[in-house]
């Protein structure tokens, strides 16, 4: 099992442009979450899914749109990209126990100039 | 909103010292996760611990939940250099979807 994948694992947009950051899993979570962590600030909730066709906006949603395409899939577009979009973009996906425990992906890395 | 503080929020200690990592909040949780992220990589789940009390242990990492089920520590015994890196706590409150995550202790263990 890969757990969960992330591409690309670099990004470097210039201000304005679009781009989707894609995740997937391959462990049957029902329960998908995009964060974004930048220094000092932590993780910070951008969008979920709690099950396939159910997208919420988390803490910070100005500025993307998610896609639950199906259980596996779930990707994060940035329709025009700032500056302060710059960050480290990670994707998890929750165990199907009572606990929020949740599963990483490697990240990907962000620059918008 | 449920806050999560993590304390300290820095340290950089020698190998073979001890540690300990606080994380406290004025909320009440179902339960509480321990995460280690290394650099360039996503967190880890470390460890749950989901009742009063609960002491539980992972080599040389021992977890603790507080009896009120609103704050954890982590202790680290004989600390190595391979336990460089940030750890994150994060609580659920019962039948959330979303986990509160604390900012994280950032450790650096020096040879």
């Known amino acids: 099992n890969a757990g969960v994948t992330q591409t690309p694992k670099f990004q470097v947009l210039k201000t304005g442009q679009s781009m989707t950051l894609q995740c997937a899993q391959d462990?049957?979570?029902?329960?998908m979450y995009w964060y974004r962590q930048d220094p000092g600030m932590g993780l910070r909730l951008i969008y979920y899914s709690a099950s396939e066709g159910t997208t919420d906006k988390g803490e910070v949603p100005n500025g993307y749109n998610v896609s639950r395409l199906n259980k596996r899939e779930f990707s994060l577009r940035l329709e025009s990209a700032a500056p302060s979009q710059t960050s480290v973009y990670f994707c998890?996906?929750?165990?199907?126990?009572?606990?929020?425990?949740?599963?990483f992906g490697p990240g990907t890395r962000l620059t918008v100039l | 909103t449920q806050l999560l503080e993590q304390s300290p929020q820095f340290l950089s200690i020698q190998e073979g010292e001890n540690l300990t990592v606080y994380c406290n909040s004025s909320s009440v949780f179902s339960s509480l996760q321990w995460y280690r992220q290394e650099p360039g990589e996503g967190p880890v789940l470390l460890v749950t611990?989901?009742?009063?009390?609960e002491v539980k242990k992972l080599k040389r990492l021992t977890f603790q939940f507080g009896d009120a089920r609103k704050d954890s520590s982590l202790h680290i015994t004989a600390a190595q250099p391979g336990d460089t890196g940030l750890y994150l706590c994060?609580?659920?409150?019962?039948?959330?979807?979303?986990?509160?995550f604390g900012r994280g202790t950032s450790l650096i263990v020096h040879p």
């Open positions: 611990v989901v009742t009063g009390g």
């Open positions: 998890a996906s929750r165990s199907g126990g009572n606990y929020n425990e949740q599963f």
């Open positions: 994060a609580g659920e409150a019962g039948g959330s979807y979303i986990p509160t």
């Open positions: 462990m049957n979570h029902n329960s």
